[in-house]
């Protein structure tokens, strides 16, 4: 089973950059991974999703245009680029490891990925 390890998180004003890494371990290239975010007094959200190939990506309506997912197989790490970023992007961000999922709306569920890290904090000051 794979495990995760995040890495990345920091405070950064708002319209800074950010670059969050995910190391995992095991059999990396045949999982769907995923980024999701937990804020202050909210939910766990869906953030962005890619496929084990790394063909296909999807995003939250709050990360289009401003994140980007990327993955490379051989080094057993997922990325996620955070520009432009704002105050309401403050959350522990989680990096997850699936299955292949069939649909675009499968990749939104939390419920399909079973292997979680143990998150990194963004802070963004206004």
């Known amino acids: 089973q794979v495990q995760l390890v995040e890495s990345g998180g920091g405070l950064v004003q708002a319209g800074g950059s950010l670059r969050l890494s995910c190391e995992a371990s095991?059999?990396?290239?045949?999982?769907?991974m995923a980024w999701f975010r937990r804020a202050p007094g909210k939910d766990r959200a869906f953030v962005t999703a890619i496929n084990p190939s790394g063909s296909n990506t999807y995003y939250a309506e709050s990360a289009k245009g401003r994140f980007t997912i990327s993955r490379d197989n051989a080094k057993n790490t997922v990325y996620l680029q955070l520009n432009t970023l704002k105050p309401e992007d403050t959350a522990v961000y989680f990096c997850?490891?699936?299955?292949?999922?069939?649909?675009?709306?499968?990749?939104?569920?939390?419920?399909?990925?079973?292997?979680w890290g143990q998150g990194t904090q963004v802070t963004v000051s206004s």
């Open positions: 997850a490891a699936g299955p292949p999922l069939a649909s675009q709306r499968a990749h939104y569920s939390a419920g399909n990925y079973r292997t």
């Open positions: 095991g059999s990396f290239r045949w999982y769907t």
